[in-house]
């Protein structure tokens, strides 16, 4: 039973990650296409959670605070509208707000690796920092131009490496079996061996 419940586990995983594989593959060959998929997704996120605050705000204007509620609930269900109703302007602000978020955690990552000198994996923290302003600069500068393929490309990216690693992580899982699975027929032979050997002796 937990051997059937393993190998369906193991089976579901590399499917996962072979679909994953694919999408991502997808997205970084058409990342306009995607990214403009995830603006209207994020712009149907946002009007509903722009009607779920405004019908909060009006459900609970008796108590305090119902002002500043109902502004919030106005700014989300406009700012899902928008999305929705330009497209294009959205992927590209979008674009713009994932460049400056690079920038700063780029620097903020440089930054912390010269703080972490004596540890063995500072350079690796350095790489990381040096990586992210380096893609920081190519989005930035390349704005508004880059929004047509920025967000499609890292979601791609990031859903190859997703696939890969739970693809990489089913084969484990199933090498590591294989082997316990040998090692415990290999014990039982030996097993019945002595058995045998025992019974020679009486």
């Known amino acids: 039973m937990i051997?059937?419940?393993?190998?369906?586990a193991l089976a579901l995983g590399r499917r996962s990650g072979i679909v994953l594989l694919i999408l991502g593959v997808l997205s970084v060959a058409m990342p306009w296409v995607t990214g403009m998929a995830l603006e209207?997704?994020?712009g149907v996120l946002l009007l509903c959670a722009g009607g779920a605050q405004l019908f909060f705000a009006?459900?609970?204007r008796n108590l305090s605070g119902f002002p500043l509620r109902l502004v919030f609930g106005l700014i989300t269900t406009f700012a899902g509208l928008y999305l929705l109703l330009n497209?294009?302007?959205?992927?590209?602000?979008i674009t713009l707000i994932l460049g400056v978020y690079f920038l700063v955690d780029g620097l903020a990552t440089l930054l912390a690796s010269f703080q972490y000198r004596a540890q063995r994996n500072w350079i690796l923290m350095f790489?990381?920092?040096?990586?992210?302003?380096?893609?920081?600069?190519v989005i930035l500068w390349q704005?508004?131009?880059?929004?047509?393929?920025v967000i499609g490309v890292l979601v791609g990216i990031k859903l190859i490496m997703m696939g890969l690693m739970m693809i990489s992580t089913a084969g484990m899982?199933?090498?590591?079996?294989?082997?316990?699975?040998?090692?415990?027929?290999?014990?039982r032979a030996d097993n019945a061996k002595v058995v045998e050997g025992e019974d020679r002796n009486l």
């Open 3 to 8: 051997k059937t419940t393993l190998d369906a």
């Open 40 to 42: 209207l997704l994020l």
């Open 58 to 60: 009006f459900r609970t």
């Open 87 to 93: 497209p294009t302007a959205g992927v590209v602000a």
């Open 127 to 137: 790489a990381n920092g040096a990586v992210t302003l380096a893609l920081a600069a």
């Open 143 to 149: 704005w508004p131009a880059s929004g047509r393929y």
């Open 173 to 187: 899982v199933s090498a590591a079996r294989d082997r316990m699975d040998a090692v415990r027929a290999q014990q």
